[in-house]
């Protein structure tokens, strides 16, 4: 069964900086792509990292590319997303994903219960 933990989220001002954590388990973590997707009130949930299996690659969405960064770490199951330059526009739920082979920033459908990042300006 597919479990994605997400964790870290909370309140920053803007400039500040979070990280939040996933803690991923049901498909072989080391040989899998994974992604952040982040959804706004409102809003529909939308892409903003990904990484492959052995984080030689990594693809970000234009409005969040020189802030953030993601990274893994195999032995742990664990892939974090290291959020620099805090905007309120940042401000959304956070979702960890597996992703598919081929297509690395599309989800395969599985989601965890999200982590809350609020941004005050």
């Known amino acids: 069964q597919v479990q994605l933990v997400e964790s870290g989220g909370g309140l920053v001002q803007a400039g500040g900086s979070l990280r939040v954590s996933c803690l991923a388990s049901g498909r072989t973590f080391s040989r899998s792509n994974m992604g952040w997707f982040r959804q706004a009130p409102g809003k529909e949930r939308e892409f903003v990292a990904a990484?492959?299996?052995?984080?030689?690659?990594?693809y970000y969405a234009d409005s969040v590319k020189g802030r953030f960064t993601i990274s893994r770490d195999n032995a742990k199951s664990t892939v974090y997303l290291q959020m620099n330059s805090l905007k309120p526009e940042d401000t959304a739920v956070y979702y960890c994903?597996?992703?598919?082979?081929?297509?690395?920033?599309?989800?395969?459908?599985?989601w965890g219960q999200g982590t809350q990042v609020t941004v005050s300006s």
């Open positions: 994903t597996y992703t598919q082979p081929v297509t690395v920033t599309r989800s395969v459908g599985d």
């Open positions: 990484i492959t299996w052995s984080g030689g690659n990594t």
